[in-house]
């Protein structure tokens, strides 16, 4: 148990649907990615939040949106869902910063998303 | 982000030790060697990373090559349990941003 956990585990809807996803990561953890596993792609990073605010983005479509809250809990938001979002969507957290340091990935035990 | 390149499958027996080997051509001198796996249906776990010296805990020892062009994983004894996608990813250490960008891995599957 990584101590990252992640709602719900599956999810199943159709397209054109918005869903959200949500992680809470392990206590003291400030920073939250969201990365997406899919078959043709692999995993693949699409967003980073340290503290509350945006620290990094990847291949996130504009369709998909996240944000970190007060208490460091983030949801991802999905939005006009399409055949090929399908995947697993892992969260993971770390203790966050930046600099030579380097602060291990804690993983969720993911998501997956089926779209109909 | 520097590639990394990684044989596509590996396969060992139990107990035996596993070299997995990960080139890494084009590193700069700011790039952490990590390496993640991960396990049939969860998501990954850090295993092991590096600069530029050998590096060991209790799941695997990192061997880096003195021109940091290439770098070798180590299990020690491989247990049925070690099966999963081993990654080897480069992260530059003066970044602003901590994600990793992963390949596609090398299978290990381990023979009882």
């Known amino acids: 148990d990584s101590g990252v956990t992640q709602t719900p585990k599956h999810l199943i809807t159709a397209t054109g649907q918005r869903v959200t996803l949500r992680c809470s990561p392990r206590s003291g953890d400030l920073s939250v990615y969201w990365y997406q596993q899919s078959l043709d792609q692999g995993l693949q990073f699409l967003i980073q939040y340290y503290n509350g605010e945006e620290r990094a983005k990847g291949n996130i479509l504009e369709r998909f949106s996240a944000q970190q809250f007060p208490d460091l809990h983030s949801e991802l938001n999905l939005s006009s869902l399409e055949l090929g979002d399908s995947a697993l969507y892992f969260c993971?957290?770390?203790?966050?910063?930046?600099?030579?340091?380097?602060?291990?990935?804690?993983f969720g035990p993911g998501t997956r998303l089926t779209v109909l | 982000d520097a590639k990394t390149t990684q044989p596509n499958s590996m396969e060992s027996n139990e107990e035996e030790p596993v070299h997995l080997p990960c080139n890494h051509s084009?590193?700069?001198?700011?790039?952490?060697i990590h390496w993640y796996r991960q396990l049939p249906s969860q998501g990954p776990e850090y295993v092991i990373h590096g600069l530029t010296s050998n590096v060991n805990n209790r799941m695997a020892s990192l061997a880096i090559a003195e021109d940091r062009k290439s770098s070798t994983l180590i299990l020690h004894r491989a247990t049925l349990r070690d099966a999963a996608v081993y990654y080897c990813?480069?992260?530059?250490?003066?970044?602003?941003?901590?994600?990793?960008?992963f390949g596609k891995g090398t299978k290990l599957t381990v023979n009882p």
């Open positions: 084009t590193i700069s001198g700011t790039d952490y």
């Open positions: 993971a957290s770390s203790v966050g910063g930046q600099g030579p340091t380097y602060n291990e990935q804690f």
């Open positions: 990813i480069l992260r530059d250490s003066q970044g602003g941003s901590e994600k990793l960008v």
